[in-house]
């Protein structure tokens, strides 16, 4: 209700189209992330804030590290842009890049994902690194929010995400402010005395307006997560999760390790609940047969609901249907 009525305050205002609520959006953003003002720009979705950024680190017809096991928003806005993607595996035990495995001499810079709200242990190997956190929007390390352990930090609200601005947008944050400085003069691209190409990625004061609403209930959204995910821990199901205690993950998606993800797909089907296999063997990047890890994956988990506003009834016939079928 509280996005109603930021929604209905931003159109009797009769400003829909980029203004205040998005500058305010923007400060807001910076806060969180205890950034300076003006170190965040806001745009029309992640996919634009992962373009953007990369444009912006002139990597066209460079070579850009990607996550085989992720969305395939990284490998359109690269080859989007016009670089190359080299395409990564994901740890044994984990859905994120596994970082030891990619080679300097080939790489001009690396898209860190941290997958389903886990962390990604991002080590400084001598490539531009921009951080991914669309699915770990407020995940922290040592106690900081992450998302700017790179040169450059992405965000998607798309309405899935942790946070949404109304169905669609994005973020590019960083402590170089020259970088955020040049997307945002890339952004307005309207009413300008000059020929440099420009394109229209703003977010709008409408979305904004919900984005800002969402922020505002941040803490409860996550704190909902993390019981949710407790109570499938609670039932004694092998969750997907960290084992370092250097990170605070975020409970994006609540990830069941299973043999039997079919079985447990179904079963939750006939209950009227839905759950997915969150990335399917042909949703990978590349050849799975070349990426172990990552096809493994795919046979052998389940995305089970843990949305903030699921009801505890809910959660229970879920744990004891899962029960049931491992």
Same mark, same amino acid.
């Given at each position: 209700?509280?996005?109603?009525?930021?929604? *209905?305050?931003?159109? *009797?205002?009769?400003?829909?189209?980029?203004?205040?609520?998005?500058?305010?959006?923007?400060?807001?953003?910076?806060?969180?992330?205890?950034?300076?003002?003006?170190?965040?720009?806001?745009?029309?979705?992640?996919?634009?804030?992962?373009?953007?950024?990369?444009?912006?680190?002139?990597?066209?017809?460079?070579?850009?590290?990607?996550?085989?096991?992720?969305?395939?928003?990284?490998?359109?806005?690269?080859?989007?842009? %016009?670089?190359? /993607?080299?395409?990564?595996?994901?740890?044994?035990?984990? /859905?994120?890049?596994?970082?030891?495995?990619?080679? +300097?001499?080939?790489?001009?810079?690396?898209?860190? +994902?941290?997958?389903? %709200?886990?962390?990604?242990?991002?080590?400084?190997?001598?490539?531009?690194?921009?951080?991914?956190?669309?699915?770990?929007?407020?995940?922290?390390?040592?106690?900081? /929010?992450?998302?700017?352990?790179?040169?450059?930090?992405?965000?998607? =609200?798309?309405?899935?995400?942790?946070? +949404?601005?109304?169905?669609?947008?994005?973020?590019?944050?960083?402590?170089?402010?020259?970088?955020?400085?040049?997307?945002?003069?890339?952004?307005?691209?309207?009413?300008?005395?000059?020929?440099?190409?420009?394109?229209?990625?703003?977010?709008?004061?409408?979305?904004?307006?919900? %984005?800002?609403?969402?922020?505002?209930? =941040?803490? *409860?959204?996550?704190?909902?997560?993390?019981?949710?995910?407790?109570?499938?821990?609670?039932?004694?199901?092998?969750?997907?999760?960290?084992?370092?205690?250097?990170?605070?993950?975020?409970?994006?998606?609540?990830?069941?390790?299973?043999?039997?993800?079919? *079985?447990?797909?179904?079963?939750?089907?006939?209950?009227?609940?839905?759950?997915?296999?969150?990335?399917?063997?042909?949703?990978?990047?590349?050849?799975?047969?070349?990426?172990?890890?990552?096809?493994?994956?795919?046979?052998?988990?389940?995305?089970?609901?843990?949305?903030?506003?699921?009801?505890?009834?809910?959660?229970?016939?879920?744990?004891?249907?899962?029960?049931?079928?491992?």
């Amino acid at each position: 209700y509280r996005e109603i009525e930021a929604a *209905k305050r931003v159109i *009797k205002n009769g400003w829909l189209a980029q203004g205040q609520e998005v500058r305010s959006f923007e400060d807001e953003l910076c806060d969180f992330f205890g950034l300076p003002k003006e170190h965040v720009v806001l745009v029309s979705s992640g996919s634009a804030a992962l373009f953007l950024a990369l444009w912006v680190l002139n990597l066209k017809d460079s070579n850009v590290g990607i996550p085989v096991y992720s969305c395939s928003s990284l490998r359109n806005a690269t080859e989007m842009l %016009g670089a190359k /993607p080299i395409y990564f595996d994901c740890c044994d035990e984990s /859905p994120n890049l596994d970082m030891d495995t990619v080679q +300097t001499s080939d790489m001009d810079a690396l898209i860190a +994902t941290s997958m389903f %709200g886990l962390p990604i242990d991002i080590k400084n190997n001598g490539f531009k690194v921009i951080e991914d956190i669309s699915q770990a929007f407020g995940a922290e390390e040592n106690g900081i /929010p992450i998302g700017l352990r790179g040169i450059l930090g992405v965000c998607s =609200f798309y309405a899935t995400k942790l946070i +949404t601005s109304g169905g669609q947008g994005g973020a590019i944050i960083s402590k170089d402010k020259n970088l955020i400085d040049a997307i945002r003069d890339y952004r307005e691209f309207d009413n300008r005395r000059d020929n440099n190409i420009r394109f229209n990625f703003q977010m709008s004061d409408l979305n904004a307006a919900v %984005g800002r609403v969402q922020l505002k209930q =941040f803490e *409860k959204f996550k704190n909902r997560r993390a019981d949710i995910f407790n109570m499938y821990k609670d039932y004694g199901f092998n969750m997907m999760d960290l084992k370092s205690e250097k990170y605070v993950p975020i409970r994006y998606r609540a990830i069941l390790n299973t043999n039997q993800p079919n *079985k447990i797909i179904n079963e939750l089907n006939k209950a009227g609940i839905s759950a997915i296999v969150p990335i399917e063997k042909d949703e990978l990047l590349s050849d799975p047969i070349l990426f172990k890890n990552a096809s493994l994956l795919t046979s052998k988990t389940v995305s089970l609901p843990i949305y903030p506003n699921l009801e505890h009834s809910i959660v229970k016939k879920i744990g004891n249907c899962v029960s049931e079928n491992i």
